[in-house]
């Protein structure tokens, strides 16, 4: 059997000071380096070598609103999104449990980019072949980079709002016993990774901003991995409200709405298993071509930012922090703050999930829908876009009656992939949620146990 670099806890990839120091400087090195190098494994975090969560803090210049909006930055993990943390967490709670050898088993990735990014890459780390289930029609620099990382596609139909299609896929290839699916959308390493993890982190990053709470989290769920994170935000700050995000054309969540939508990775058609929808206070409606706009505004018009009054500093260090996804979570941060009525001193967390690198293509393909954009067109969207983000489409589901509605959503959603009523009913309690969270530590003792010394978890220790 192949030898196994055995990354990081749950605990250390909150808190990366907790790693052995000479492990986790060699690690910041390996930054700088060889991206395929296992010990890439410790830099799964939201923190930066100074142990500091990466983070940037729009001005309300931007966004139009007294409370701080305090976006944190996906674009700093290894593979280029946060959600390689919710790919190595579901294999290593796998690999740990001993289910799965790298000399066996083939991992099945279903994704629509990055979580399929986040697979084969955490699958090379750790020696195991991969096979990434996305749709055919996403943007080109996706695929590009999982076939980097040596994962092999499968490509099913469609786009974004076809992601059910690849998990009728998997499903298929699961006949293979030798085929082994990080599931995203049903299993809990990724609430796990996120609750701890980023909800930790989110905490941790708004100490010394304003009144040092946050009064608000907003998330455009794509497997609702990461609003998982408002579970733990509510337990450190109970007056919180979580806002989940969804385009405007593709409302699953807020009405049943299913058309075709351009803000990848966010809007699935669903409500995946792992949602915790009891703390989904409101759904929020995004137009998807404003987002895709944003990434232009952001990207390429540093000056309608600087005529807004961003710092200019600050307008160049925008230019590579978001995608659409990133945006439409902005959005939705102002959109819930001024809906919250929200004032000075509060704050709004939301998480940028990647950065612009693998949007090359959508603001191609937007700059050949509108042929030619003015300085003075790009002033406008700025405006309309950010300043003027009003509080309409804001849904509210705090009543018993909306949760309703998101219960029989994951009924309708995944009962015909087997799971029961009476399972599905065990997550209308909080308990349930909470003896999910609570495993974090039988895995953070079993990574521990299993793992080799500090000082032998190295390169070259995965073979296949
Ligand atoms: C770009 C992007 N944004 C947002 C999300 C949604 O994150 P989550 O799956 O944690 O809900 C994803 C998920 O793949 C993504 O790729």
Redesign the pocket.
């Known amino acids: 059997m192949a030898k196994i670099p055995f990354g990081p806890t749950y605990d250390e990839m909150l808190n990366p000071g907790l790693i052995d120091g000479e492990l986790r400087a060699r690690a910041l090195a390996a930054l700088e380096g060889d991206e395929l190098d296992p010990i890439n494994l410790f830099n799964i975090t939201w923190c930066d070598a100074h142990q500091c969560v990466r983070k940037v803090m729009l001005p309300p210049a931007l966004t139009g609103i007294d409370a701080n909006v305090v976006v944190l930055l996906g674009n700093g993990f290894p593979s280029g999104?946060h959600?390689v943390g919710?790919a190595y967490c579901t294999l290593m709670e796998r690999l740990v449990d001993g289910e799965i050898d790298p000399a066996v088993h083939t991992i099945l990735g279903p994704?629509?980019?990055?979580?399929g990014i986040g697979t084969a890459y955490i699958a090379r780390l750790l020696g195991f072949r991969a096979v990434v289930i996305m749709p055919d029609n996403m943007s080109k620099e996706r695929y590009e980079r999982i076939r980097r990382y040596g994962g092999e596609l499968d490509l099913t139909p469609g786009s974004e709002s076809d992601v059910i299609l690849t998990l009728e896929r998997t499903r298929e290839l699961m006949k293979n016993p030798r085929n082994k699916a990080l599931a995203?959308f049903e299993l809990f390493p990724n609430y796990r990774f996120?609750r701890h993890v980023t909800g930790g982190s989110a905490i941790a990053a708004v100490k010394g901003i304003g009144n040092g709470r946050i009064a608000g989290f907003t998330?455009?769920?794509?497997?609702?991995?990461?609003?998982a994170a408002g579970d733990q935000i509510k337990a450190a700050f109970p007056e919180a409200k979580v806002a989940a995000l969804e385009p405007y054309e593709c409302s699953t969540l807020a009405n049943g709405g299913r058309g075709q939508h351009r803000i990848?990775?966010?809007g699935d058609k669903m409500c995946t298993l792992i949602h915790n929808v009891l703390n989904t206070d409101f759904v929020i409606l995004i137009r998807d071509e404003e987002t895709v706009q944003g990434v232009k505004i952001m990207h390429d018009s540093t000056n309608s930012l600087v005529h807004l009054g961003v710092p200019r500093k600050l307008a160049l260090e925008l230019r590579t922090l978001f995608?659409p996804?990133g945006i439409c979570n902005v959005l939705g941060a102002i959109k819930l703050a001024k809906h919250l009525r929200l004032g000075p001193g509060e704050n709004v967390v939301t998480v940028a999930?990647?950065g612009f690198d693998r949007y090359e293509s959508v603001l191609k393909d937007l700059d050949s829908r509108y042929l030619e954009v003015s300085p003075q067109v790009l002033d406008r969207w700025a405006r309309d876009i950010f300043l003027g983000a009003g509080d309409d489409h804001v849904v509210d589901f705090r009543t018993a009656a909306m949760k309703e509605r998101l219960f029989a959503q994951k009924e309708v959603d995944w009962m015909k992939f087997g799971y029961t009523k009476e399972y599905l009913d065990s997550m209308r309690s909080q308990e349930f949620w909470e003896a999910q969270y609570h495993k974090v530590q039988l895995y953070n003792r079993k990574i521990a146990a299993l793992r080799p010394a500090p000082e032998r978890q190295t390169a070259c220790s995965t073979s296949r």
């Open positions: 999104s959600k919710a994704s629509t980019g990055n979580f995203q996120h998330s455009a769920p794509g497997s609702a991995g990461t609003l990848e990775g966010i995608g996804s999930t990647d």
